[in-house]
T-cell receptor, first 114, second 113 residues
Framework: AQTVTQSQPEMSVQEAETVTLSCTYD???????LFWYKQPPSRQMILVIR??????QNATENRFSVNFQKAAKSFSLKISDSQLGDTAMYFC???????????FGTGTSLTVIP | EAEVAQSPRYKITEKSQAVAFWCDPI?????LYWYRQILGQGPELLVQ????????DSQLPKDRFSAERLKGVDSTLKIQPAELGDSAMYLC???????????FGSGTRLTVV
């Protein structure tokens, strides 16, 4: 079974600062995908970033980057130059290479303080 | 930008009543999912369709839940009878290539009283 753990239920960051959200996962799979989704209040979940497990290079998308440590089964999200619009619930998610079901963590509620 | 449409946005129902949710995926997306998100938890898969066929409904409580996607386009999720523990956000999502992620709808927040 796949499990995803987000150990930080809530976090806050000052506007323009950098914040890192943690995620660990447990799997016996060797090939898989990892994702971060953002869920703003009362709005739909939006894909933030995606990482393929067989790629060693960490994914980046503008102000968002990940630190993927396959051996440690760790997949943290770094948000640089935080903006008020980054305030949201962030979910880490795992998907097997051979499947297409997401296994989500319990989420981290991020508040950006002006 | 194409969106996954869901309705209603909010639903309050009494326990033992029937309730239904509707989802219209992005055009051309063969794969459609229904997830349930209980407050304070991450979403969990209820059912997955590939076109009009159910691919995975192993986590769907079949004694009270049903789902269909008759023409392989829009989908309906039904609960009958609703129980207090069914209060949650019901998310629909669709995908063309699931390994690249899904597009989620805004969800239906169900409250059972």
């Amino acid at each position: 079974a796949q499990t995803v753990t987000q150990s930080q239920p809530e976090m806050s960051v000052q506007e323009a600062e950098t914040v890192t959200l943690s995620c660990t996962y447990d799997t016996s799979e060797n090939n898989y995908y990892l994702f971060w989704y953002k869920q703003p209040p009362s709005r739909q979940m939006i894909l933030v970033i995606r990482q393929e497990a067989y790629k060693q290079q960490n994914a980046t998308e503008n102000r968002f980057s990940v630190n993927f440590q396959k051996a440690a089964k760790s997949f943290s999200l770094k948000i640089s130059d935080s903006q008020l619009g980054d305030t949201a619930m962030y979910f880490c998610a795992f998907m097997k290479h051979t499947g297409n079901q997401f296994y989500f963590g319990t989420g981290t509620s991020l508040t950006v303080i002006p | 930008e194409a969106e996954v449409a869901q309705s209603p946005r909010y639903k309050i129902t009494e326990k033992s009543q029937a309730v239904a949710f509707w989802c219209d995926p992005i055009s051309g997306h063969a794969t459609l999912y229904w997830y349930r998100q209980i407050l304070g938890q991450g979403p969990e898969l209820l059912v997955q369709f590939q076109d009009e066929s159910v691919v995975d409904d192993s986590q769907l409580p079949k004694d009270r839940f049903s789902a269909e996607r008759l023409k392989g386009v829009d989908s309906t999720l039904k609960i009958q009878p609703a129980e207090l523990g069914d209060s949650a956000m019901y998310l629909c999502a669709s995908s063309f290539e699931p390994n690249y992620g899904y597009t989620f709808g805004s969800g239906t927040r169900l409250t059972v009283v």
